[in-house]
C-alpha cells in the first residue's frame, strides 16, 4: 500500500503502533504534530487546540463558527491528500480513513479496545486517577465522534469503513503490528481500474509545504 491510516479510540495504543509501522516500511509517519506544523504556515494555527479540548466547537450550528470550521477542515483535508499523494505514509488520526476513503492503495487500519481497558491504559500511562482517566477517555472519545459526524457523515463507532479492524485489548501490540505490516505488503499498486492516490489533484504550493516537513522531494 502507498498510504495507510490509522484511526484509533483513544488508550488504544494508536500511536505506538503507527511508529512501528512506519519504521518497519520505512514510511513517513504523519501526526497530529506534523499536520499542526504544516497547518501553521497556512495561519491555521489553533486547529489542534480546538480538535483537542472542545468538542462543542465540532458539534453544534453556532454560525459565528461556521467559518472558522470550515476553513480548518479544508486545510486539514488538503494536508492528508497531500501527504497521500506524496505517498509511503502512515498518517494517524486526522480523519485519515474519512478523507481517502474509496482510494484502492489506501490501508485504512481501526484499533480499538472496550472502555474500561481504555481507561486503565490511560490511567498508567499518565499517572492520573482513575476518575480524571475516565472522563478524559470519554471526552476524547466525545471529540472524535462530533467532529467525524459533523464533517464526513462517518460513524465513528463502524468498522466498515476500515480494512482491518483490531482489537488492542485481546491482540498483542507486536501481533497487531505484524497484521498491518502484512496487509500492506499485499498489495502496493492499488486494485484494478479503482482510484488511487496518484489520481489526487494537488496544491503545488502545499504539495511544497509537505515536502519540505517531511524532507522528502520523491513522490513514491
Same mark, same amino acid.
Not at 478524559?136 to 472524535?144: H, N, S, Y
Not at 502484512?182 to 515536502?211: F, W
Given at each position: 500500500?502507498?498510504?495507510?491510516?490509522?484511526?484509533?479510540?483513544?488508550?488504544?495504543?494508536?500511536?505506538?503502533?503507527?511508529?512501528?509501522?512506519?519504521?518497519?516500511?520505512?514510511?513517513?509517519?504523519?501526526?497530529?504534530?506534523?499536520?499542526?506544523?504544516?497547518?501553521?504556515?497556512?495561519?491555521?494555527?489553533?486547529?489542534?487546540?480546538?480538535?483537542?479540548?472542545?468538542?462543542?466547537?465540532?458539534?453544534?450550528?453556532?454560525?459565528?463558527?461556521?467559518?472558522?470550521?470550515?476553513?480548518?477542515?479544508?486545510?486539514?483535508?488538503?494536508?492528508?491528500?497531500?501527504?497521500?499523494?506524496?505517498?509511503?505514509?502512515?498518517?494517524?488520526?486526522?480523519?485519515?480513513?474519512?478523507?481517502?476513503?474509496?482510494?484502492?492503495?489506501?490501508?485504512?487500519?481501526?484499533?480499538?479496545?472496550?472502555?474500561?481497558?481504555?481507561?486503565?491504559?490511560?490511567?498508567?500511562?499518565?499517572?492520573?486517577? =482513575?476518575?480524571?482517566? +475516565?472522563? !478524559? *477517555?470519554?471526552?476524547?472519545? &466525545?471529540?472524535?465522534?462530533?467532529?467525524?459526524?459533523?464533517?464526513? /457523515?462517518?460513524?465513528?463507532?463502524?468498522?466498515?469503513?476500515?480494512? =482491518?479492524?483490531?482489537? +488492542?485489548? !485481546? *491482540?498483542?501490540?507486536?501481533? &497487531?503490528?505484524?497484521?498491518?505490516?502484512?496487509?500492506?505488503?499485499? /498489495?502496493?499498486?492499488?486494485?484494478?481500474?479503482?482510484?488511487?492516490?496518484?489520481?489526487?489533484?494537488?496544491?503545488?504550493?502545499?504539495?511544497?509545504?509537505?515536502?519540505?516537513?517531511?524532507?522528502?522531494?520523491?513522490?513514491?
Amino acid at each position: 500500500m502507498s498510504v495507510i491510516t490509522i484511526s484509533r479510540e483513544f488508550g488504544s495504543f494508536g500511536d505506538v503502533l503507527a511508529k512501528r509501522v512506519a519504521h518497519a516500511l520505512g514510511y513517513h509517519l504523519v501526526d497530529k504534530a506534523f499536520v499542526s506544523a504544516v497547518l501553521r504556515q497556512y495561519g491555521v494555527a489553533e486547529f489542534d487546540l480546538e480538535y483537542e479540548t472542545q468538542p462543542g466547537f465540532w458539534d453544534g450550528l453556532d454560525a459565528q463558527k461556521a467559518d472558522r470550521r470550515d476553513v480548518m477542515v479544508r486545510m486539514l483535508n488538503l494536508v492528508v491528500r497531500t501527504v497521500a499523494r506524496h505517498g509511503n505514509a502512515v498518517i494517524l488520526g486526522r480523519s485519515g480513513y474519512a478523507i481517502l476513503t474509496g482510494l484502492s492503495d489506501v490501508l485504512h487500519v481501526r484499533l480499538q479496545a472496550p472502555l474500561d481497558d481504555r481507561i486503565a491504559a490511560i490511567q498508567a500511562q499518565q499517572n492520573i486517577a =482513575l476518575d480524571v482517566a +475516565t472522563e !478524559l *477517555v470519554k471526552e476524547k472519545d &466525545a471529540i472524535r465522534t462530533a467532529f467525524i459526524k459533523s464533517f464526513y /457523515s462517518v460513524p465513528w463507532a463502524s468498522s466498515n469503513s476500515f480494512d =482491518l479492524a483490531i482489537n +488492542t485489548a !485481546l *491482540v498483542p501490540l507486536d501481533m &497487531a503490528t505484524a497484521w498491518v505490516i502484512d496487509a500492506a505488503k499485499l /498489495s502496493r499498486n492499488g486494485v484494478g481500474d479503482k482510484p488511487t492516490t496518484r489520481m489526487i489533484e494537488i496544491d503545488s504550493i502545499m504539495m511544497q509545504a509537505v515536502t519540505e516537513k517531511l524532507n522528502c522531494t520523491t513522490e513514491h
